[in-house]
């Protein structure tokens, strides 16, 4: 029976230690929730657009009205975006179903695989958007570079991951059935107050949270730029049908500006869920800088984005970039005036353990509800 209860804690096993993916999995249930959302949306409505009628295709071919444009004008393209969106849309709801059956305690058969998917997912994501959002050398140049600054993080992180699974899962075959009471794993001395690292982890998941945010709206934007896309070839050859408008000859290097903030904020966003998810493993030493810094990327990133995207003239451009003075001035009034915001500061304030969890709760709706209006309009 139960042989382990009561009184004496000498002989009782130490407690196994609660995974990050546990921790954060109603995030990472947002996370696959969203993906299948804006990977779902994508493969109904294919970037390029369709054709609006009947027509000869480039090829020589026939189109029928609502084929997909990118079929015809660039099928390897389209072959490749078609399948990477959809193994992000499968692998999302893969990892729904694993996050609904996490155990808080052990399954390290469960936290590999769910990692291994993670990992399938994000490849595929970034797959879809290299192909469906770039359509010249430039855009493609710009997101094979930024995008394999994050398959390269991600393939460590995983291969990490599961060096650390298979030295738990070894310990059985070893005599033993858990690692050794008198031996903890050693954490840095800053990690040592548990109220710090309580704070740190509720800011992480705020921190999670906006960076789900802008992954969501780069993707998005990515598939459909704004100004729309050509419905038809040009004679002259000047474009194509399913190029966007923006890249024409009237605003080539808007169109530029706008692709390589809105795919740096995506690479940014990724690179910061990943890191956030793996944080408690390894580099410990960098975890208090680098999510912020990623995020702060990820948002700057969105914010000229819109200012290149939103606009068509020099002079409402700067006002949209003069928008972002005052966030920016915000933020460090906050960062200087208020010594608790400071990551750098929070391992030694422990008294304000309260605070970030109402915080994050607050945030988690406010975010929730602003991605659900954004997703439906």
Not at 25 to 36: M, S
Not at 95 to 115: C, F, H, W, Y
Not at 140 to 148: F, G, H, M, R
């Amino acid at each position: 029976m139960a042989s382990g209860g009561g009184g004496d804690g000498e002989g009782k096993p130490p407690a196994k230690e609660e995974s990050t993916e546990y921790r954060l999995r109603k995030y990472l249930l947002l996370l696959a929730t969203l993906v299948a959302t804006v990977t779902y949306a994508a493969g109904l409505n294919l970037p390029g657009g369709s054709w609006a009628e009947d027509a000869p295709a480039p090829a020589g071919l026939r189109v029928v009205a609502g084929d997909p444009i990118l079929r015809e004008t660039r099928y390897t393209r389209y072959v490749v975006f078609y399948a990477c969106n959809a193994v992000a849309f499968a692998a999302s709801l893969v990892v729904s179903l694993i996050v609904l059956v996490l155990p808080k305690e052990g399954g390290g058969r469960l936290l590999s695989a769910m990692r291994a998917v993670m990992v399938v997912d994000l490849l595929g994501l970034m797959g879809a958007y290299a192909a469906g959002s770039s359509r010249d050398g430039f855009t493609t140049a710009a997101a094979s570079a930024l995008l394999l600054l994050v398959f390269a993080y991600v393939a460590g992180a995983f291969l990490a991951s599961l060096n650390l699974i298979t030295v738990r899962c070894q310990l059985p075959c070893q005599g033993r059935t858990s690692p050794p009471a008198a031996a903890p794993r050693p954490r840095p001395p800053g990690d040592q107050d548990p109220a710090a690292t309580k704070a740190m982890k509720s800011e992480h998941e705020i921190l999670l949270l906006l960076a789900i945010f802008a992954a969501t709206i780069a993707y998005v934007a990515g598939m459909n730029p704004p100004g729309g896309f050509w419905r038809d070839t040009a004679v002259d050859g000047e474009h194509v049908a399913g190029d966007p408008v923006l890249q024409g000859r009237a605003h080539p290097n808007r169109y530029r500006a706008f692709y390589v903030c809105n795919t740096a904020a995506f690479a940014a966003s990724l690179l910061a869920v990943m890191f956030i998810v793996v944080e408690d493993k390894r580099l410990r030493h960098w975890r208090k800088a680098v999510p912020y810094g990623l995020v702060v990327a990820a948002l700057l990133g969105l914010g000229g984005a819109y200012a290149a995207g939103s606009c068509r003239d020099g002079k409402h451009t700067t006002y949209v970039a003069c928008l972002v003075a005052p966030v920016v001035a915000y933020i460090a009034i906050l960062y200087i005036a208020c010594p608790s915001n400071n990551p750098s500061s929070t391992s030694k304030s422990p008294s304000n353990t309260t605070s970030p969890s109402n915080t994050n709760t607050t945030t988690t709706t406010i975010s929730i509800r602003y991605i659900i209006l954004y997703l439906g309009n």
